[in-house]
C-alpha cells in the first residue's frame, strides 16, 4: 500500500518561482527522472488546472503593478543577501494514492480493515475526505497497542500522520488522533522543520479557509506556542513582522535556536501573511498558561474528556473562571464524588457564562441542556406536573432529559437563575442535595450524581465589576493572578444568600465570576466574529436556498486585523452588553458596508462564479474629514483571489 511516488503537480511539473535552498515540503514530491507517471484523466485535467492557475498568477503579477509590488517583499539576509523577492509558495501535502483498483473508495477501506493498520491508509483516507465515522470504523478494526506504537512515529512522505488532519481543518479528527498517540508538536518536511503548529496557521491559504479553531486545539492538547516565533505574537494586536528584529537585551538562547527555523524568507512571509489576530491573541495566552499537569492528563484520559483541557483556548479572557472550573471539574470527577456539582457563574451579561458552559458540554462530548429560567414561575413550570395530574404523561425539556440521561454524565444550563421564584428555587434543592429525583411522568427515581449544574446569573454584576476595576484593570496577568478572590467569593455568598436564600445557596458547590474584558480582549472578541463573518462568506452562492443566498464565494480580506478590530471595540464595546454590543458593531460597519458594496455591481448574481475565483473585498481603516478628521471602516471590491493558492496576502 505505498503512495504513488508522483503527483502531477510535482515541484518538476509546477515551475513556482523559487530561491535556490526553497523548502522541498512546500510542494509535491519530486520525481528522481522529472518524469510523470502516466496519469489517468483526472490527473491531466488536474495538471491543466494548475497550469492555468499558473498563467493566471502570471498575468495577475505582470497587469496589476500594485499587487506586483505589494507581493515583492524586501528581506534583510544575513550579510550575503541584502534583498529578496518573497515568492507566494502554496502549503501542501503530497498527494497519497494507495495501489487499489476500487472504483468506490469506501469500498477500498473497507477493504483495508482486512489488511494490517496502515499510517498510509489512514492518510490517504483523511486526505480523501472520509467521513470520521468512516475513519472511526477504520481504526476500530485493530488493537489500540497495534495503531499507538506506528501512529506516532511514522511518517508519509515525510510527514507524520497529524499533518494530514490539519489539512482537512476538522478539529474533532485532529483531537483524535492525539488521544491515538500522535504529537501536537510533531515535526514534517524534508529540507526543513516544520511544526504542525505551524503548518496550521499556513495552511490557511490554500482554500482561503479559517483554521484557528484546528490552532486552538493543538495549542489545548499540548503544541508550543513557541513552535511559531515569539516576537510575531507576544504584542499580539500588532501584525507580524516580516523581518526579525531582535532586540538588544535578548538572551534566550533557546529562542534563538527557535528562529533559526524561520531564517528562509519565505517561510516568514507567508507565517506574516496568514497569522491572524485570535490565533496570536492564544498563542500569547498559551505562554502565559501553566500547562496542565501529568495526573490531570491521566485523569482526562481515563474519564474520557482530554478535549475538556482546551477550555481556556475557546474563551476570550476569563482566566480566573476557567482555571476555577477547569480544578473543580477534574477534582469532582477524580474523588469520583456521589453528589452532583453545582457551579453558580456570574457576572455581566455578554462575558462567555453561556460560551463557557455550552464549550464544557462540547469538549466533554456530553449534551447540554439550556433552560430559560425567566418564565419558571412554579415547579410545574420547571418540571411539569406529577402523576396522575393532567399533563404529567409529557413531562418537560429538564425533567425528560433527567430521565434520559439517568445515571450518566450530563450538563444542565440554567441561564438568568436570578429570576426563579422560591416555589422553583425549593423544588431543585432536593436534586441539588443528593442527587436523586422522581421523574414526574412515573414516579421513578433517577441518579443524577454525575449530573453537572451551572447556575448564571446578572446578579451581583456591580460588586463583580468594581472588583475588576480596584484589582485587575491595566494589571498584567501576574497581577490580577494576585487579586484578592477570597474576599470577592466572600461578598458573592453573602449577596447571593440575601437575594436567592441560604439553602440553595449553601448548595453552591462554586461561585465563579465573570469580569468584563480589557480593551485588548475587547478587540479579539470584535475579531471573532468578524472571522465567523468570513467563514459565511466564503460559501458558495446558492439561488435554491431556502432564503436564497446571493452573497457568497468572497474572500474579506483584513487590512491589519488588529488596528481594525481594536477601532471596531472602541467604538462599539459596552460593559454592559459584552459580546453582543461587539457583534453588533460587526454587523453595522463591515457586514452592511460589503452587503452595500456588493448590491453596487450591475452584473448578474448566478451561480456560475462559484467556479471560478473567489471575489476579494478588503476590510481598512481611512480618515476622512478635514479639521475633524474621522476614522471609518471602509469596504471596497479589490478584485479575485487565486481559486487554488494564497488569498490571505496579496492576490
Request: hydrophobic fraction near 35%; include cysteine.
Amino acid at each position: 500500500m505505498a503512495p504513488t511516488d508522483h503527483h502531477p503537480t510535482s515541484r518538476a511539473n509546477v515551475p513556482w518561482r523559487r530561491s535556490k535552498g526553497s523548502p522541498a515540503w512546500t510542494s509535491y514530491r519530486d520525481s528522481k527522472d522529472n518524469t510523470p507517471n502516466s496519469s489517468s484523466s483526472a490527473d491531466r485535467d488536474y495538471n491543466a488546472d494548475i497550469g492555468s492557475l499558473i498563467e493566471k498568477l502570471d498575468k495577475s503579477m505582470t497587469v496589476n503593478k500594485e499587487q506586483q509590488e505589494e507581493r515583492k517583499l524586501v528581506i534583510e539576509h544575513d550579510e550575503e543577501v541584502s534583498k529578496k523577492d518573497v515568492p507566494f509558495i502554496p502549503f501542501i501535502l503530497p498527494r497519497i494514492q494507495l495501489e487499489m483498483n476500487y472504483v468506490d473508495p469506501e469500498f477500498a477501506l473497507q477493504h483495508a480493515e482486512q489488511l494490517p493498520f496502515s499510517v498510509d491508509t489512514l492518510a490517504w483516507a483523511l486526505q480523501h475526505s472520509f467521513s470520521f465515522t468512516a475513519i472511526n470504523r477504520y481504526i476500530e478494526s485493530y488493537s489500540l497497542d497495534s495503531i499507538t506504537r506506528v501512529i506516532g512515529p511514522t511518517t508519509v512522505e515525510g510527514f507524520p500522520v497529524i499533518f494530514f488532519a490539519v489539512e482537512r481543518n476538522c478539529p474533532k479528527t485532529v483531537r483524535f488522533l492525539i488521544e491515538l498517540g500522535c504529537q501536537p508538536s510533531a515535526i514534517g518536511g524534508h529540507d526543513i522543520d516544520l511544526p504542525v503548529l505551524a503548518f496550521a496557521v499556513l495552511h490557511a491559504e490554500n482554500d482561503c479557509l479559517d483554521t484557528t479553531d484546528v490552532v486552538t486545539t493543538l495549542l489545548g492538547l499540548g503544541a508550543g506556542p513557541t513552535d511559531i516565533p515569539k516576537d510575531m505574537w507576544e504584542d499580539f494586536l500588532k501584525v507580524p513582522q516580516i523581518v526579525r528584529i531582535r532586540r538588544d537585551d535578548e538572551e534566550d538562547e533557546k529562542e534563538k535556536d527557535s528562529d533559526s527555523t524561520w531564517g528562509n524568507p519565505e517561510l516568514r512571509a507567508a507565517l506574516a501573511r496568514t497569522l491572524n489576530l485570535t490565533q496570536r491573541y492564544f498563542l500569547a495566552k498559551s505562554h502565559q498558561l501553566k500547562p496542565p499537569s501529568s495526573r490531570a492528563k491521566q485523569v482526562a484520559k481515563a474519564h474520557k474528556m482530554t478535549a475538556l483541557l482546551e477550555a481556556p483556548y475557546h474563551l476570550v479572557g476569563q482566566a480566573p473562571a476557567t482555571n476555577m472550573v477547569l480544578g473543580r471539574v477534574f477534582g469532582h470527577i477524580a474523588l469520583c464524588s456521589d453528589t452532583p456539582l453545582i457551579l453558580l457563574y456570574a457576572g455581566p451579561s455578554g462575558h462567555g457564562k453561556t460560551e463557557l458552559a455550552k464549550q464544557m458540554g462540547t469538549l466533554m462530548s456530553v449534551e447540554t441542556l439550556v433552560v430559560d429560567c425567566t418564565e419558571m414561575r412554579y415547579e410545574t413550570d420547571m418540571f411539569g406536573p406529577k402523576h396522575p395530574y393532567a399533563g404529567s404523561t409529557e413531562g418537560t425539556p429538564l425533567n425528560n432529559y433527567l430521565a434520559q440521561k439517568n445515571g450518566i454524565r450530563s450538563i444542565i444550563f440554567l441561564d438568568e437563575f436570578e429570576k426563579t421564584t422560591d416555589n422553583v428555587r425549593r423544588a431543585l434543592l432536593l436534586a441539588f442535595d443528593s442527587g436523586y429525583y422522581r421523574d414526574r411522568r412515573n414516579g421513578k427515581e433517577l441518579d443524577c450524581t454525575k449530573t453537572i449544574w451551572v447556575l448564571a446569573s446578572n446578579m451581583a454584576e456591580d460588586i463583580i465589576v468594581k472588583f475588576y476595576k480596584r484589582h485587575m484593570e491595566d494589571k498584567t496577568e501576574e497581577e490580577r493572578a494576585k487579586a484578592p478572590f477570597a474576599k470577592l467569593d466572600s461578598m458573592l455568598k453573602r449577596e447571593f444568600a440575601e437575594e436567592l436564600g441560604a439553602p440553595i445557596t449553601g448548595r453552591i458547590s462554586l461561585l465563579v465570576p465573570f469580569f468584563p474584558f480589557s480593551p485588548p480582549e475587547q478587540a479579539v472578541v470584535a475579531h471573532k466574529f468578524l472571522l465567523s463573518f468570513l467563514s459565511t462568506l466564503r460559501q458558495p452562492i446558492d439561488l435554491f436556498n431556502n432564503p436564497p443566498r446571493f452573497i457568497g464565494h468572497i474572500h474579506l480580506h483584513l487590512q491589519n486585523d488588529g488596528k481594525v478590530s481594536s477601532h471596531l471595540a472602541a467604538i462599539g464595546y459596552e460593559e454592559a452588553l459584552g459580546a453582543r454590543s461587539l457583534a453588533r458593531v460587526v454587523t453595522k460597519e463591515v457586514q452592511t458596508r460589503l452587503a452595500d458594496a456588493y448590491v453596487e455591481g450591475e452584473e448578474r448574481i448566478t451561480e456560475e462564479v462559484n467556479g471560478g475565483a473567489l471575489m476579494r473585498y478588503g476590510v481598512a481603516l481611512e480618515t476622512v474629514g478635514g479639521e475633524e478628521a474621522e476614522v471609518k471602516v471602509v469596504v471596497r471590491r479589490e478584485g479575485e483571489t487565486v481559486i487554488w493558492g494564497t488569498c490571505g496576502g496579496s492576490l
